[in-house]
């Protein structure tokens, strides 16, 4: 018998047990339970509980009044990685030993993660690195600024309510979603050690987050570490943006942290937002910033489009920030990619943004103005190319720095002056389980009903790409399978 939103009250007790999980299961401490039942929607909760100010410790609280405390975690206390290590060896465990709830209940098993775009992208990864059997798919609570994950699968992007009814509400949403499989991306760069005195580690704002696990210095150990070069990687879900955009971002996390008291919520963190892009210069990009950090300046860009087909891709002079886009969700719900109308010469090769075909989207933009189109009928940046791996390679001496960002989380990448081979590259590896609802915006190359129609019929003025030389193939990264095809010696 279905239970509905009507059934929601504060004496839903037989509807709570459908998403409880026995301490025994999470924990090998913890006294075995014998329940008649197999749970129907048995969930894992992750709170990151400095996320939209109050409202993460609010969620915390209500999630562990509802349900086992001991299914619900708090990120601030205990990292995802250990948590699921920890639950899934115990699982194997109980299955070993002939427990016949294990098996069932892991079958059944979803996630819950309550954050923002980087707090997701935390836990997708290390239920990547985990390479589970049975990975259990993601549902997300929009508690960042610009939730684009929750958006683009239908969550929202506004701050949830953190009472009861609500969070029962939401517990019934995570019930009857489907199951959706979206591409995992990969990126690594590397650059030769610079000479002595210089340093070219990520530069976190202020201080390094958690979100740079989703970017970080492979360890000596590495099977992708090269003797004299610096090497650098990570995942994301939703997308990596380079330039000014990055630039906007990092400059409000760093004042986040100087003075977090300020952004308490969503709407006031949206309103600074919006006030940094214009103290950084992104209203007026062409007097503010140098030309130098353009990107086609900045370096020289490659793009694979079929396996082993590498070309230069050609970036109008005026490109000051890149966005390799995987959902159709970014800078809070907008959607840069838009639908590209095939039966125009320019777009007879482009394709829908789906999120399960192995292809990323290559969005350029001017400035803070030519992103506004976004806000229009029809709108959508430059488009550029769509890609199975794309690659930058850095011009010698042309910045000191750039800006770079993955879902949601920037930092500044110093570049060494003296080196021609700073590469970063971003490959397609793998997928993830996600949850969506009837809401959902993101589409499935599966699904045929998904598909959206070529409604684009805007006339812009976006200079075509060019082709070019084949290159080499590498590596992606360090805690997902490398590809067999890959050839990572090469990469030096």
């Known amino acids: 018998m279905e239970l509905g939103v009507a059934s929601l009250d504060l004496n839903s007790e037989n509807f709570l047990k459908q998403f409880y999980i026995p301490s025994y299961i999470i924990t090998s401490q913890a006294k075995a339970e014998c329940l008649p039942d197999v749970p129907e929607c048995p969930v894992l909760v992750f709170i990151n509980s400095t996320s939209g100010g109050q409202l993460g410790g609010d969620l915390l609280i209500t999630y562990r009044s509802l349900l086992n405390k001991d299914q619900v975690f708090d990120l601030s206390e205990e990292a995802p990685d250990s948590v699921l290590r920890r639950v899934f060896l115990?699982?194997?465990?109980?299955?070993n030993n002939g427990d016949q709830f294990a098996p069932k209940l892991e079958e059944k098993l979803r996630i819950i993660v309550a954050g923002g775009d980087g707090t997701a992208g935390w836990i997708l990864g290390v239920i990547s690195d985990l390479k589970l059997s049975q990975p259990p798919p993601v549902a997300t609570v929009p508690l960042g600024t610009g939730n684009n994950l929750p958006f683009a699968f239908g969550w929202g992007k506004r701050n949830p309510g953190t009472d009861r009814n609500s969070v029962l509400s939401f517990l019934e949403q995570v019930r009857k979603a489907k199951e959706m499989r979206i591409d995992s991306w990969h990126i690594l760069m590397r650059m030769r050690v610079p000479k002595e005195g210089s340093n070219c580690e990520p530069i976190a704002p202020l201080e390094l987050p958690h979100s740079l696990h989703a970017?970080?210095?492979?360890?000596?150990?590495?099977?992708?570490?090269?003797?004299?070069?610096?090497?650098?990687?990570?995942g994301f879900w939703n997308y990596f943006s380079m330039g000014m955009d990055a630039q906007v971002?990092?400059?409000?996390?760093?004042?986040?942290?100087?003075?977090?008291?300020?952004?308490?919520?969503?709407?006031?963190?949206?309103?600074?937002?919006?006030?940094?892009?214009?103290?950084?210069?992104?209203?007026?990009?062409?007097?503010?910033?140098?030309?130098?950090?353009?990107?086609g300046q900045l370096c020289k860009v490659?793009?694979?489009?079929?396996?082993?087909?590498?070309?230069?891709?050609?970036?109008?002079?005026?490109?000051?920030?890149?966005?390799?886009?995987?959902?159709?969700?970014?800078?809070?719900?907008?959607?840069p990619w838009g639908t590209p109308n095939t039966n125009r010469r320019r777009y007879k090769d482009l394709t829908p943004p789906f999120v399960d075909d192995g292809l990323i989207e290559v969005v350029g933009f001017k400035d803070a103005w030519h992103g506004l189109v976004l806000l229009a009928k029809n709108g959508h940046g430059t488009r550029l190319a769509q890609a199975q791996r794309i690659r930058f390679e850095f011009r010698k001496g042309a910045a000191e720095d750039t800006y770079m960002r993955i879902d949601g989380e920037p930092w500044r990448q110093p570049l060494p002056v003296d080196d021609e081979t700073v590469v970063v590259?971003?490959?397609?590896?793998?997928?993830?389980?996600?949850?969506?609802?009837?809401?959902?915006?993101?589409?499935?190359?599966?699904?045929?009903?998904?598909?959206?129609?070529?409604?684009?019929?805007?006339?812009?003025?976006?200079?075509?790409?060019?082709?070019?030389?084949?290159?080499?193939?590498?590596?992606?990264?360090?805690?997902?399978?490398?590809?067999?095809?890959?050839?990572?010696?090469?990469?030096?």
């Open 302 to 335: 490659k793009v694979m489009k079929k396996h082993g087909d590498w070309h230069d891709l050609r970036i109008p002079h005026s490109i000051r920030s890149i966005v390799c886009l995987n959902l159709p969700s970014f800078s809070g719900g907008l959607n």
């Open 249 to 295: 971002s990092y400059a409000f996390h760093s004042e986040r942290k100087l003075h977090p008291e300020k952004f308490n919520n969503q709407l006031i963190n949206q309103s600074t937002y919006a006030k940094l892009g214009c103290t950084q210069g992104w209203f007026f990009a062409s007097l503010a910033h140098p030309s130098s950090k353009n990107i």
């Open 215 to 234: 970017f970080h210095r492979v360890s000596s150990t590495d099977d992708l570490n090269v003797k004299g070069y610096d090497t650098f990687r990570g």
């Open 90 to 95: 115990n699982l194997e465990r109980l299955k």
């Open 425 to 492: 590259e971003i490959s397609a590896l793998g997928q993830v389980k996600m949850l969506a609802t009837n809401d959902c915006i993101s589409k499935s190359v599966l699904d045929p009903s998904s598909t959206p129609m070529t409604v684009d019929d805007d006339s812009d003025n976006e200079e075509d790409e060019s082709v070019g030389e084949e290159c080499r193939k590498f590596g992606a990264a360090d805690t997902f399978k490398i590809p067999d095809e890959v050839d990572i010696s090469q990469f030096s």
